[in-house]
């Protein structure tokens, strides 16, 4: 009777969470991410410059169901974070008992790097969800049998899944053999047909972007070796690695990250003896450590380990409740802990509660700043793409500085320009080389083979049989970056480049960015 009630108390909480998930995700604009993402749900394709199909499905169907707004791009994150709960919970039941479970749920629902995770539409809940669900069905599979079975398909089906929307879900398959590798007996797995149907599973995902990529000269291996410093083996930052551990105190609650490393150190020597925490231990320890070999060289984001944390969270929690039971206060500590990530979780719905109470909190200091003021700032480039094109008779054409600023003014620009078909709303200046997927799309620097019919664009050059269209007309360079006047490619590509003004994006009297819009008269395309 106790079980069913938390049962019903679990479930009335997670659908009420969703609840005010959905409700929420209306009102924040999108992130820079966000809208980089959505732009690639309007040119589907098996792989992208950086990730895997998998963000680009799951934006396009929702905004196919929703329409082109943010609830549409990120109506299914709640739903998503719903599932990685179930998932955990699940795992944490089957491995231990119902009280570890209830309590993973709930400790997972106050760490703010999860709410964040399911509030926005990145590739973070997709990848942690199928990190999750994969995690609960090969525990599954070994327990019932080490011989083939349905939840050995699943479970490569699921991790496959999980690599089409971030590639490093991959290391999945090392927790496997690692722990297929650890003992005597489940060893003998690799003998029989369910550990090959697993790598069969996610083969049979896997295949889309390794073929997109095969056939772009393999552009995401060398974006992620650049990424990750891989190019330069002299460029160590000694003090990267202890950012990239710090900010893990902030994102994961500063209490409860560390009574999950105080969990895996002192559960660390019963692993061995214990199958569910080697389980749990070798599920994270891939993806931690190839992360934090990255940091040394830069500072890595927390985000990125985040699929680790479903089961630390697990082991944090089997080890502090059973702490808590033989010390009380060692369980008001515990409540404590989770009051006050929750408390953490409850302003990123809105650190304009900070402001509230008169605190000048700079948005270029706060971190959902990035969320801030793209709504006004595509209205005002608006207006300033009307004025140009009064004072130049002819319409122009929107570059950006980087692709995040493309991608975020494309996005709420109240009248989307479409130059034709695949062309994207706002471009990035030309570049020779491949930089992020705009080069990929059409772009204002490309040149169009003529009809076969046709004349040849230049009558002194009859064999030429391409044109730019671009070539002649006028734009608008915005930028939001005030340090940085427009880039080469500009200045060299127009015949005269001129401020055309700047405006301000505030918040509460608070400045959030400051914008800058160039005009640039007659392009002309840069030597090769």
Same mark, same amino acid.
């Given at each position: 009777m106790k079980n069913t009630t938390g049962r019903w108390f679990l479930v009335l909480f997670l659908l009420a969470l969703a609840g005010v998930r959905w409700l929420f995700i209306p009102w924040v604009e999108l992130a820079p991410d966000e809208a980089y993402y959505y732009l690639w749900s309007q040119h589907l394709d098996w792989g992208y410059y950086s990730k895997g199909p998998g963000v680009a499905l799951a934006i396009r169907l929702g905004t196919d169901w929703f329409g082109q707004n943010e609830f549409g791009v990120r109506c299914l994150s709640p739903l998503l974070s719903l599932g990685t709960a179930v998932m955990a919970w699940g795992l944490a039941r089957r491995m231990f008992n119902e009280g570890v479970a209830f309590w993973t749920v709930m400790t997972s629902a106050?760490?703010?790097?999860?709410?964040?995770?399911?509030?926005?539409?990145?590739?973070?809940?997709?990848?942690?969800?199928?990190?999750?669900?994969?995690?609960?069905?090969?525990?599954?599979?070994?327990?019932?049998?080490?011989?083939?079975?349905?939840?050995?398909?699943?479970?490569?089906?699921?991790?496959?899944?999980?690599?089409?929307?971030?590639?490093?879900?991959?290391?999945?398959? +090392?927790? &496997?053999?690692?722990? !297929?590798? *650890?003992?005597?007996?489940?060893?003998? $797995?690799?003998?029989? #047909?369910?550990?090959?149907?697993?790598?069969?599973?996610?083969?049979?995902?896997?295949?889309?972007?390794?073929?997109?990529?095969?056939?772009?000269?393999?552009?995401?291996?060398?974006?992620?070796?650049?990424?990750?410093?891989?190019?330069?083996?002299?460029?160590?930052?000694?003090?990267?690695?202890?950012?990239?551990?710090?900010?893990?105190?902030?994102?994961?609650?500063?209490?409860?990250?560390?009574?999950?490393?105080?969990?895996?150190?002192?559960?660390?020597?019963?692993?061995?003896?214990?199958?569910?925490?080697?389980?749990?231990?070798?599920?994270?320890?891939? +993806?931690? &450590?190839?992360?934090? !070999?990255? *940091?040394?060289?830069?500072?890595?984001? $927390?985000?990125?380990? #985040?699929?680790?944390?479903?089961?630390?969270?697990?082991?944090?929690?089997?080890?502090?409740?059973?702490?808590?039971?033989?010390?009380?206060?060692?369980?008001?500590?515990?409540?404590?802990?989770?009051?006050?990530?929750?408390?953490?979780?409850?302003?990123?719905?809105?650190?304009?509660?900070?402001?509230?109470?008169?605190?000048?909190?700079?948005?270029?200091?706060?971190?959902?700043?990035?969320?801030?003021?793209?709504?006004?700032?595509?209205?005002?480039?608006?207006?300033?793409?009307?004025?140009?094109?009064?004072?130049?008779?002819?319409?122009?054409?929107?570059?950006?500085?980087?692709?995040?600023?493309?991608?975020?003014?494309?996005?709420?620009?109240?009248?989307r320009p479409s130059e034709g078909a695949g062309h994207p709303p706002v471009y990035i200046p030309e570049s020779q080389s491949i930089e992020n997927q705009f080069s990929f799309w059409p772009r204002y620097d490309e040149f169009r083979e003529v009809a076969k019919n046709a004349p040849a664009p230049d009558p002194m050059f009859k064999e030429q049989r391409a044109v730019n269209p671009f070539v002649g007309r006028s734009a608008l360079y915005i930028t939001d970056r005030m340090e940085e006047g427009p880039p080469s490619p500009i200045v060299r590509a127009f015949e005269k480049v001129e401020l055309a003004g700047e405006f301000d994006v505030s918040r509460r009297g608070l400045m959030v960015k400051r914008w800058r819009v160039y005009l640039c008269w007659n392009y002309e395309t840069l030597p090769l």
């Open positions: 106050v760490l703010p790097i999860f709410w964040v995770g399911s509030l926005v539409m990145t590739i973070d809940p997709l990848s942690i969800f199928f990190w999750a669900a994969a995690a609960l069905t090969f525990w599954l599979a070994i327990e019932q049998t080490l011989k083939f079975h349905g939840w050995w398909l699943l479970s490569g089906v699921l991790i496959g899944l999980g690599f089409l929307c971030k590639y490093t879900n991959a290391f999945q398959l +090392l927790t &496997v053999v690692l722990f !297929l590798a *650890s003992s005597r007996r489940t060893r003998s $797995a690799f003998r029989h #047909a369910g550990f090959w149907s697993l790598l069969g599973g996610f083969c049979a995902m896997a295949w889309p972007p390794l073929i997109w990529n095969a056939q772009n000269l393999w552009i995401t291996v060398t974006h992620l070796k650049e990424r990750g410093g891989a190019e330069d083996p002299t460029g160590w930052e000694p003090t990267a690695l202890g950012e990239f551990f710090l900010v893990h105190f902030g994102v994961y609650s500063p209490l409860i990250f560390l009574g999950i490393v105080i969990a895996a150190w002192k559960l660390k020597g019963i692993s061995r003896s214990d199958p569910r925490v080697r389980y749990l231990m070798l599920s994270a320890a891939p +993806l931690i &450590v190839f992360y934090a !070999l990255i *940091s040394v060289k830069k500072a890595g984001e $927390a985000n990125w380990t #985040a699929p680790a944390f479903v089961s630390l969270i697990i082991l944090a929690v089997y080890y502090w409740l059973d702490v808590s039971r033989k010390s009380r206060g060692m369980a008001v500590l515990c409540l404590g802990s989770l009051g006050f990530g929750a408390i953490l979780s409850l302003l990123v719905l809105s650190t304009d509660f900070i402001r509230d109470i008169g605190v000048d909190w700079s948005y270029q200091r706060d971190p959902s700043g990035r969320l801030r003021g793209w709504k006004n700032a595509a209205l005002s480039v608006d207006k300033f793409r009307s004025i140009g094109e009064q004072v130049i008779g002819a319409p122009v054409f929107l570059i950006a500085n980087r692709y995040q600023t493309a991608a975020e003014l494309g996005f709420y620009l109240p009248h």
